[in-house]
């Protein structure tokens, strides 16, 4: 079993900054996949960033390629997600969630391939 806490998320200008951090229990950490959705009001979730278990691959939704990053630390069984150049369209609550199989080299995009989910962060882009 994985669990996951988000922190980060808050108020910031366009144009501005956020670090997503997402603490993970267990001793899995450094074996699975990492990724981060987000899901906008009134609109279905999202996929953001995928960090592959072995620190091998990343992948980004086209919409934030080139502002965002994603990095782990599997010292500290931490996931982050670097969001820089905010939008307003960036504003969402923001998802960590862990591949269920272990040392997969997929980079899932889609939702249902996570089995573990975090509680999310609100993150609100002021134009």
């Known amino acids: 079993q994985v669990q996951l806490v988000e922190s980060g998320g808050g108020l910031v200008q366009a144009g501005g900054s956020l670090r997503l951090s997402c603490a993970a229990s267990g001793r899995t950490f450094s074996s699975r996949t990492m990724g981060w959705f987000r899901q906008a009001p009134g609109k279905e979730q999202e996929f953001v960033a995928v960090?592959?278990?072995?620190?091998?691959?990343?992948y980004y939704a086209d919409s934030v390629k080139g502002r965002f990053t994603i990095s782990r630390d599997n010292a500290k069984n931490t996931v982050y997600l670097q969001m820089n150049s905010l939008k307003p369209e960036d504003t969402a609550v923001y998802y960590c969630s862990a591949v269920g199989t272990t040392y997969s080299d997929y980079l899932p995009t889609s939702a249902a391939l996570y089995d573990y989910w975090g509680q999310g962060t609100q993150v609100t882009v002021s134009s």
């Open positions: 960090f592959r278990w072995d620190g091998g691959r990343t």
